[in-house]
C-alpha cells in the first residue's frame, strides 16, 4: 500500500515531516492563546440542555446516551464530563480539550496522507492550516461542543487509517468498533453508517473469492455496527433541530443556495470579493464531479482499501451536507454558514486531494493542490493587516470571524458581570438581551444556578467578584470592549 521504504525515508522527507509538525505545533498554541484571550467561563446556549446528566449527578453512560438534537453526545461528553467534573466546570478547559482533538485530526489526516501514497512533501502543509483552522471556532469558543462535529472529525479520520491496516482482523473490527463510538458521537453517525456500507460490500467482494477468513471478519464488524444501531435506538426521539422543520421545503432552490454558502465556510478571504453564491456554486461542481469520479473509482476498484477510504471521507461529508440542508433550510440560506459545519467539511476537501494524488493524471494532481491550497491558506492572510502583538490567538481568524468570537467573549464576560452584580439572572438576561440563553424559564435556570452557586461550580468557582470567570489573557481591549457591551445596553 505504501510504495516508501519507511525505514528509509528520504530526507526531504524527513524535512517535510518536521516541517509539518512544527506548523502543527505553532496552530495549536494559536488556539491555546485563542482560549486563554478570548473563552469565558461560563456555560452558553446549548450547553444549557446537553448538560442536564452533570446537573443531575448521573454517571457517564447518561453522558453518552444524551441527545442534544437528533444526535447523542457520545464519548465526547463523557470525557468533557471529566474534564469538567476536575476543574469545577471551567468551559475554558473543555475548550482546551477540543482545540487538542483537533491537534490529533490533523496528525491522523497527514498520517492518512502518507499510508495512501507513501508520500509527504511540504506541499501537504495545507492539511494542518485546514484542519486546525480557527474558522471551526463556534464548537470551541461560542459553545464548546466537542462531540457535534470536531471529534466525529478526528474519529472518522482514525477509522480511515484503521481501515488500511494490513491485518484483516484490525481492518474490519477496529473499524466497526469506531464506528459504534462514531454512532453515539455527535454527527459522526454519518461516517458510521458509511463504513457499516463498506463492511457489507467488503463481505460480499470476499465472498465471491471465497475468502472465508475475511467474509467472516467483515460479518463480525458489520454484526458490531448493528448492535451498535441498535443500542442507539433505545429511548432514542426524533428531535429535528429547528421548531419549524418541514420537509421537503418550498422553494427547493434554497437547498441549492444553502449548500453553496455551507461550502463556502473554508474559503477565508476569497469570500469577501467573489460573490458567495458563484464561488459556492464552483465549490458545488468540484464536489459533485470528485464525488462521482469517486464512486466510479470504488466500483471498479471493489477490493482497493484507498479506494475505499475515498468513499468514507466523501459519502460522510456530502450526506453531512445533504442532511444539513433538509434540518436547517427553514432558517433561511444564510444558516448554511454557521462556523460548525465546517469541521465536517474538511474531509471532502481531504477526499479530493488524495483521489487526485494517488491517480495517474498529474494535471488533475496539480489543480487539486492548488485548490485545497487557496482553501486552506485564504484565511490565513488578514493576520498580516494586524499588528504583530495582536497575532497569538488570531492566526487564521478572518476579519468577520475575529468579530464574531469577539462578540461571544465580551458579551458572556459582561452578562457575569450584571449577575455578579445584581445576583439575579434576570438582570443580566435583561441587560444583554437574552444573550445567554433564549428560553431561561424553560431550562430551568432557577434550579440549575442554584446547583452551580452552591456547590461553587462555573463562573462562582474562585471569587466571581475579582473577576476569576475572565479569559486568562484578557487584555485592556477585552475589558474594554465588556464594558462598553455594558454601557450599550437598555436598562
Not at 24 to 48: G, H, S
Not at 306 to 311: A, F, N, S, T
Not at 326 to 335: D, E, K
Request: hydrophobic fraction near 50%; include cysteine; aromatic fraction near 12%.
Amino acid at each position: 500500500m505504501i510504495s516508501a521504504d519507511r525505514d528509509n525515508v528520504p530526507h526531504h522527507t524527513r524535512r517535510a515531516i518536521r516541517f509539518i509538525a512544527v506548523l502543527c505545533v505553532i496552530l495549536y498554541v494559536n488556539w491555546v492563546f485563542m482560549v486563554a484571550r478570548f473563552q469565558t467561563n461560563v456555560m452558553f446556549w446549548d450547553q444549557w440542555q446537553f448538560y442536564l446528566p452533570l446537573f443531575q449527578e448521573q454517571g457517564w453512560w447518561a453522558r453518552a446516551m444524551q441527545q442534544n438534537g437528533p444526535h447523542r453526545e457520545g464519548l465526547g461528553f463523557v470525557v468533557s464530563g471529566w474534564i469538567l467534573g476536575a476543574t469545577q466546570w471551567d468551559v475554558r478547559y473543555d475548550s482546551v480539550w477540543t482545540a487538542s482533538v483537533l491537534l490529533l485530526a490533523a496528525g491522523l489526516a497527514v498520517r492518512l496522507k502518507w499510508k495512501m501514497t507513501g508520500a509527504i512533501s511540504f506541499l501537504d502543509a495545507w492539511i494542518p492550516l485546514m484542519c486546525l483552522t480557527p474558522g471551526q471556532f463556534e464548537t470551541i469558543l461560542a459553545v464548546p461542543h466537542v462531540s457535534h462535529s470536531v471529534l466525529p472529525f478526528a474519529l472518522m479520520l482514525l477509522a480511515a487509517n484503521v481501515w488500511l491496516s494490513s491485518s484483516p482482523a484490525l481492518q474490519y473490527l477496529g473499524t466497526a468498533a469506531i464506528a459504534v463510538v462514531l454512532t453515539f458521537t455527535g454527527f459522526g453517525l454519518f461516517a458510521a453508517g458509511v463504513i457499516a456500507i463498506l463492511l457489507v460490500a467488503s463481505a460480499g467482494g470476499h465472498a465471491l473469492v471465497g475468502d472465508r477468513r475475511r467474509v467472516c471478519l467483515a460479518a463480525a464488524g458489520t454484526a458490531l455496527c448493528a448492535a451498535g444501531w441498535a443500542l442507539f435506538m433505545q429511548d432514542y426521539v426524533f428531535q429535528p433541530s429547528v421548531e419549524n422543520f418541514r420537509f421537503p421545503w418550498t422553494p427547493w432552490t434554497d437547498y441549492a443556495r444553502f449548500i453553496a454558502l455551507m461550502l463556502n465556510l473554508s474559503t477565508g478571504e476569497i469570500g469577501q470579493w467573489l460573490p458567495p453564491y458563484l464561488l459556492g456554486g464552483m465549490l458545488t461542481l468540484i464536489v459533485i464531479s470528485s464525488a462521482v469520479s469517486i464512486l466510479w473509482l470504488w466500483l471498479k476498484n471493489r477490493r482497493s482499501p484507498r479506494h475505499d477510504v475515498l468513499v468514507l471521507l466523501m459519502g460522510s461529508g456530502l450526506i453531512f451536507v445533504a442532511v444539513t440542508a433538509i434540518g436547517r433550510v427553514s432558517l433561511g440560506p444564510v444558516a448554511g454558514t454557521a462556523p460548525r459545519y465546517l469541521s465536517l467539511l474538511i474531509p471532502m476537501w481531504l477526499a479530493i486531494h488524495l483521489a487526485a494524488a494517488i491517480s495517474a493524471r498529474r494535471p488533475m494532481a496539480v489543480a487539486a493542490t492548488v485548490c485545497v491550497w487557496v482553501l486552506a491558506a485564504s484565511s490565513y492572510v488578514t493576520v498580516f493587516g494586524r499588528s504583530p502583538v495582536e497575532w497569538p490567538g488570531t492566526i487564521g481568524l478572518t476579519r468577520a470571524d475575529l468579530n464574531s468570537v469577539l462578540h461571544y467573549g465580551t458579551n458572556k464576560a459582561a452578562w457575569v458581570e450584571v449577575y455578579v452584580a445584581t445576583g439575579r439572572w434576570e438582570a443580566a438576561q435583561t441587560a444583554l438581551r437574552d444573550f445567554l440563553h433564549p428560553n431561561p424559564i424553560g431550562s430551568n435556570f432557577d434550579d440549575k444556578f442554584r446547583f452551580l452557586r452552591e456547590r461553587k461550580l462555573s463562573f462562582f468557582a474562585g471569587e466571581p467578584e475579582r473577576g476569576d470567570y475572565m479569559p486568562w489573557l484578557a487584555d485592556e481591549n477585552f475589558r474594554r470592549l465588556v464594558a462598553d457591551q455594558k454601557k450599550s445596553t437598555p436598562r
